[in-house]
């Protein structure tokens, strides 16, 4: 069984960057033809898929977001992380890690973590 632990801080200032590391278990990022993502909900929204690694190490962004955002990972760990520069209060919202068989929409992952709550407050 694969797991997904996001860990992060919980509060960030607009302005700044938002680091989160996703911690797997269970399996190893570097086997099998996966995607490993960053995918959010803000308050009241769906789900948006924002970036992530393949098995290969190769990133992948959403045009939206290419430019705020880079991923990367530690294969000795076995994480990856995501780095959200220059964010205002639109980006508060509830961040997951997640494994995806391929790059689709949103919600076709299969195995995702608990989320992590993100708000961007002064």
């Known amino acids: 069984q694969v797991q997904l632990q996001e860990s992060g801080p919980g509060l960030v200032k607009p302005s700044q960057t938002l680091s989160l590391t996703c911690t797997v278990s269970g399996g190893s990022i570097i086997t099998g033809y996966y995607y490993w993502s960053w995918i959010r909900q803000p308050p009241g929204k769906g789900l948006e898929w924002m970036g992530g690694i393949d098995y290969r190490g190769s990133t992948y962004y959403s045009p939206s977001l290419k430019s705020r955002t880079s991923t990367s990972r530690d294969t000795f760990k076995n994480q990856f992380t995501l780095q959200l520069s220059s964010v205002t209060p639109e980006d508060t919202a509830v961040y997951y890690c997640?494994?995806?068989?391929?790059?689709?929409?949103?919600?076709?992952?299969?195995?995702r973590g608990q989320g992590t709550p993100v708000t961007v407050s002064s």
């Open positions: 997640a494994r995806f068989p391929r790059i689709g929409q949103p919600h076709e992952y299969d195995y």
